[in-house]
Structures are given as structure tokens and as C-alpha cells.
């Protein structure tokens, strides 16, 4: 059986990959230090609270096991936090990553799948937008993660440490069996500030910017399914088996939806109409993020099944209207 150490397996993300691998048969280790994770989240596998800052944390969870793979969530990730307070992002995104890697390459662990995200483009020069693009990110949070690719490809080629980046366009849904989510603090995704407004009378929901060149003019992104993300790391671990080096691979549906678009979704799903209000466009919002996956396709064979935004919205809803933490 392969054991795999899941950093930031407490997040969103991280806690439905520690499910996906569980039930796949694996043995699975969660290292988290709770910082926006949740420890209800969960439910399969080892625990182990640990920050990647401490490397003495970090020694203690590669001394009880040795993996044979890392699959590495665990970061700060809210562009606009990235931008007024940079040093948290680089120390733990980039420090705690190179910690993270010092250890793995120590105790000898080959592999690492990397959460990566679109943000490492920037402004798109063309769309949809495949790997060759240039990486030109525009935020803090952005280029401590081409940072981290980066450094991954220095590893690869010093230490033989394989590695995939996967370029993440906006994950949503959520579990469709319900016993995880997405519950964030603050919340900064679409999909569940449309269902939080639903819920919560109070809350509105705000749109920044109905003047892009885009059919209604608001903000077009590709969102994917948390599950058929992980899918995509299952596969990475079987290429990291096969093929030595530091790859790059986007995850996207390949096909955008407008803000517009996913409050209608909603609306129908829920049978209720959202309120929102308007305010001019934010800084660094492109008009369009639509990505390219045919290179995740054909070398990882990842076939996303949510190509639906109501069938995403629907597992997100089933989350959100009975949430457990
Ligand atoms: N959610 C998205 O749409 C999206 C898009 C692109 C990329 N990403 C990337 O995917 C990853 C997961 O995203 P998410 O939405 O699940 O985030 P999340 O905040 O829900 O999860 C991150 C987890 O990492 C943990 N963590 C953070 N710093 C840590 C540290 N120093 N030591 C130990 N644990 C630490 C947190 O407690 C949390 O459980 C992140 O790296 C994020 O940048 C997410």
C-alpha cells in the first residue's frame, strides 16, 4: 500500500483528496497546521497538526512514516491579502515549501504533486490559455507559487525529485456524498458567496464590475469540480511513477461561465432569486480565465465528469445548506 503525506489536507481541496485516496486504498497522512483548514474535515487516515514552518514539526511526521509521496495544499492563498501583507505569502508559501522539499529530499520521498494555480499566468494574452503561456503572474500570492514551480525545477534537476504542478483554474462543488465542503474565512469563491447570500438574508452579494468585454459583462473563469481535481492528482502520483521531472499540467473545464451565468444556475437550482449589488471592476481581475487542458488530457488521461456548472452548483448547494463546520 503507498503512503502518501497530504500537506494542507485539512483545506477545502486537500480534505476531499484525503477522502479520494483513502477510499482508493491508500495510506494516508494529513499535515496541517489549521490555519484555515478544518480538523472536522478529516475523517480518513492519520492526523498530524504540524506547521511547515517548524521544521522540528516536519521531521517528527517524515520520521513516524516514510512516504512515498507528498501532495503539498497547504498555503495562503487570498490574492488581495497577498498584495497589502506580501511577507506572509512568501515565507509560508515559498519557506514553507522549501522547507517542506528540504525534508522530502532528506528522507528521500521522489515525489510531490504541487497545488499550483492559474494566478501564475497573470493577465492572459490569449485564451484559453495553455501551459506555453507566459508565466507573468501580477500578485504576491501569483509569483510565490511560480516561485515554488521554480524551485521544483531546480529540485528535479539536482535531486531527482519528480514533481507535478497543477495549474488550478476555480475548484467548486463540493463532495456529492455531503460529509465535506468548502467553508472558508474569509470567503472569497463565487459559488459559495451566491449560496451563502441565499441562506443568509443579510449577507449580499457584491459583483465587481458589469462592464468587461464579455457577453454580459461581468467576469468569465472556468470553475472545476473539487472531485474531478483530485482525480487529477490520483493520476499525477501513477505519472510521477513513470516519468522522472517537474511537470506543469492546467485543470480547468476549458469553457467559462460569466458571474451572470452562475447566479441564473443557482436561481434555478434553488428555486429563489439573488439579490446583488454592483461595484466597480477590482484591480487585476481579468475579463476572461478559460483554460487549456489538453496537455493534463492526454499525458495524465484526466477526463473531468462535471462539466455542467448546475451540476456543480447542485453538490456545492447540498454542502452549503447543511454544512458540518
Ligand atoms: N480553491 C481554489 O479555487 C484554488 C485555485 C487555485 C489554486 N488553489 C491552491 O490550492 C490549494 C488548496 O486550496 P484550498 O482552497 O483548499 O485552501 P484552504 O485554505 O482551504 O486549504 C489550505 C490548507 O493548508 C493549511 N496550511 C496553510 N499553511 C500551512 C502551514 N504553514 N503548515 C501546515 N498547514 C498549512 C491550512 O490550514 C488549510 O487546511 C492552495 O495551495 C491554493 O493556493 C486553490
Known sequence: MKNVLICGG???IGS??????????YDVTTFDNLSTGHREAVKWGHWFEGDLLDTLSLEAVFRKTKFDAVIHFAARSLVGESMVRP??????NVVGTFNLLEKM??????????SSTAAVYGEPQATPIHESHPTLPINPYGRTKAAVETMLRDYAAAYRLRSVSLRYFNAAGADPEGSIGESHQPETHLIPNVLRSLLE???VLQIFGDDYPTPDGTCVRDYIHVSDLCDAHLLALDYLDKNEGAYSFNLGNGQ???ILEVIRGAEEIVGKPIAYTLSPRRPG?????VADSQRARSELRWRPRYT???EIIETAWQWHRNPTY
Not at 529530499?105 to 504541487?114: A, D, K, L, M, T
Open 87 to 92: 511577507s506572509l505569502y512568501y515565507q509560508n
Open 256 to 258: 467559462g461561465f460569466s
Open 10 to 12: 485539512a483545506g477545502y
Open 16 to 25: 476531499h483528496m484525503v477522502k479520494l485516496l483513502a477510499e482508493a486504498g
Open 201 to 203: 438574508t443579510e449577507r
Open 308 to 310: 455542467d456548472i448546475r
Open 285 to 289: 481581475d481579468p475579463a476572461v480565465l
Open 105 to 114: 529530499v532528506e528522507h528521500g520521498v521522489p515525489s510531490i504533486v504541487f
